[in-house]
């Protein structure tokens, strides 16, 4: 996960969500960094990672995931969640095995691809 947080041009909707935190994304698709750090947990039949999304204007987003390092299958769910912040998106990306994964977020015209380090760490 060699991504930088974005620092300049953060709209502040974005930055309000975040919290301070560090973030990384564009236009209308952002993530807090620290999310894509998060190895997952081993439930039932795969893994399994929480994933929060903050889109622009809120909507729910598409999410594709392929395994870097070998075969796996790859499946999500998003919602739309609100707090005192405002509204956002959760989602759990569920992977079959441990691995490289590269996931791909998609809303509007703005795209967030990033790797995860699935079930090590």
Known sequence: ???EPVRAGEPQDVVAWAEGRPVIGEGSLWTIRSAINVHGVQ???GWHVKFPWYTRPNGLLQIDGRRLDGPGSFTY???RAYDARGAFNTSTLNFSVPGCWQVTGRFGTSTLRFNLSVGSG
């Open 77 to 79: 769910d998003v919602n």
């Open 1 to 3: 996960a060699g991504i």
């Open 43 to 45: 439930y039932g039949t």
